[in-house]
């Protein structure tokens, strides 16, 4: 089994004059594979994925992403987009790749809590200049995420209980659309521009490229959280007892729970180095003694291997995850479901447990609700805030054949499906457009797929979520 499959048949080699137009036309580099920096260029954090990709266009501003898809669109050719490339599920054979890291603008409007940024900002930036405002973004549980994907997404982040999705707080975006042309859409926009605006808070990149977004930021420059690390013979006393203590818990509180396969990484603290361990994550916007008092269930379940739970900044959020940050190659596939009883954490269990030999780094739990359930002041396409917790897992393509990373992820989703009710879209994982499509109810998929239609006619664009 690979990965993916190169197209049958491809179309001619680049003619040399087009290419020179194009690299006259903007001001980033233009590389062709083989060239002394395509590779760098093109790569992504997902490195299962090295892009296979006719040419990419190092932008530098929404001049050179325009100028960029109108190449594509006159060479017949599918254009894709890449700040950081978390997302990456395929090799993008053939297209016309645009790298937006070095759109790295971030203004922070404190008077009016907003953030403008451009398309290849990625989380830490904004964190680090809203903090001396006492401003937050919502951002996830990752700040090496690109802001605009993960936003797109939806975005769902350690605050989303308290204030809802990212997606929700986006006031603007300047948008390339597949003609070439440089539209601003925001809240206020009417007609075809108003449906543009709200397929691209959930509906990710199947509408344009997005340069620029203007967005909310929040109230918030402390918490109190981090992680509980308990041992591989506890996990079953803390998932069944983290089902039941969760859903209780206030809407300025938020958690998941995670089930991890750790590397002996001399990174790692001591007590996690090669080990299998169960992670309570924690986030409580009150004070720290009544964060303490909601969290003392979870402690006096077992005793932890690990504590780092601490009142924070909030500029310390990574603490909480303690996501990777180096590139690696991975395989991830998600779910989410309407209910969490007993007898689907056994289930879980059965096929992700400690007595299991699994080629899983994660399996993660994620409580939902509260504001994430909410119609916002401005709808948008986010799906998946109905259900009542994300199942999301991750395998790495390091060692176990292909076939037995991906048999073991969809056995997690299949483990928990009696009680499935969708996903959301940044933690679907790998999925056809069929699976994808069936994330929104008919009049949105509707909606997406005329908004699709009426502004990408030819389907120029090459996401990796597919909308059937």
Aim: glycine share 12%; aromatic share 6%; net charge negative.
């Amino acid at each position: 089994m690979t990965l993916s499959t190169p197209p049958t048949s491809s179309l001619d080699e680049l003619r040399p004059g087009d290419l020179l137009a194009l690299t006259a036309a903007v001001a980033g580099p233009v590389l062709q594979p083989g060239d002394p920096g395509f590779a760098e260029e093109a790569a992504g954090f997902n490195v299962a994925y090295p892009p296979a990709a006719a040419v990419v266009v190092g932008a530098t501003s929404t001049a050179d992403v325009a100028a960029a898809v109108r190449y594509a669109a006159a060479t017949g050719r599918k254009v894709a987009v890449q700040a950081t490339g978390h997302g990456l599920t395929g090799e993008l054979y053939g297209t016309v790749l645009v790298t937006t890291r070095r759109m790295d603008a971030v203004r922070i409007d404190s008077l009016n809590r907003r953030a403008v940024v451009g398309a290849g900002v990625r989380w830490r930036a904004v964190i680090d200049a809203a903090a001396p405002h006492g401003l937050a973004p919502l951002s996830g549980s990752s700040s090496q995420v690109g802001v605009v994907g993960y936003t797109t997404g939806g975005g769902l982040g350690p605050l989303a209980r308290r204030y809802g999705f990212a997606a929700d707080h986006v006031r603007r975006f300047t948008i390339v659309t597949a003609d070439g042309a440089v539209r601003e859409v925001s809240e206020h926009s009417q007609g075809p521009d108003a449906d543009l605006f709200w397929a691209v808070r959930g509906g990710k990149g199947n509408f344009g490229i997005v340069t620029e977004m203007e967005f909310d930021l929040v109230p918030v420059a402390r918490f109190f959280g981090g992680a509980l690390f308990f041992g591989a013979d506890d996990a079953a006393a803390v998932l069944h007892a983290w089902r039941e203590w969760a859903p209780a818990l206030p809407e300025d509180a938020g958690t998941s729970v995670a089930m991890l396969r750790l590397p002996p990484d001399p990174a790692l603290p001591e007590p996690l180095r090669g080990r299998f361990a169960v992670a309570v994550r924690f986030t409580h916007l009150g004070s720290a003694e009544e964060g303490a008092a909601l969290l003392a269930p979870m402690r006096a379940v077992a005793a932890p291997v690990l504590d780092t739970v601490a009142d924070l900044p909030y500029a310390a959020i990574d603490a909480v995850h303690m996501d990777p940050v180096d590139p690696m190659p991975m395989w991830d596939r998600g779910t989410a479901v309407a209910e969490l009883p007993a007898e689907a954490v056994d289930a879980l269990l059965a096929v992700a447990g400690p007595q299991v030999e699994a080629p899983l780094a994660m399996v993660e739990l994620r409580l939902l609700g509260g504001a994430v359930a909410r119609r916002p002041e401005v709808p948008g396409a986010v799906a998946g805030g109905h259900a009542a917790f994300s199942v999301f897992t991750v395998g790495v393509l390091a060692g176990p054949p292909v076939e037995v990373v991906v048999a073991a992820t969809a056995a997690v989703v299949d483990s928990v499906g009696p009680w499935a009710c969708g996903a959301l879209v940044n933690l679907l994982g790998q999925a056809g457009p069929a699976r994808v499509g069936a994330l929104w109810s008919d009049a949105d998929r509707a909606r997406l797929l005329g908004t699709a239609r009426r502004f990408d006619p030819a389907g120029t664009f090459a996401t990796n979520v597919v909308i059937g």
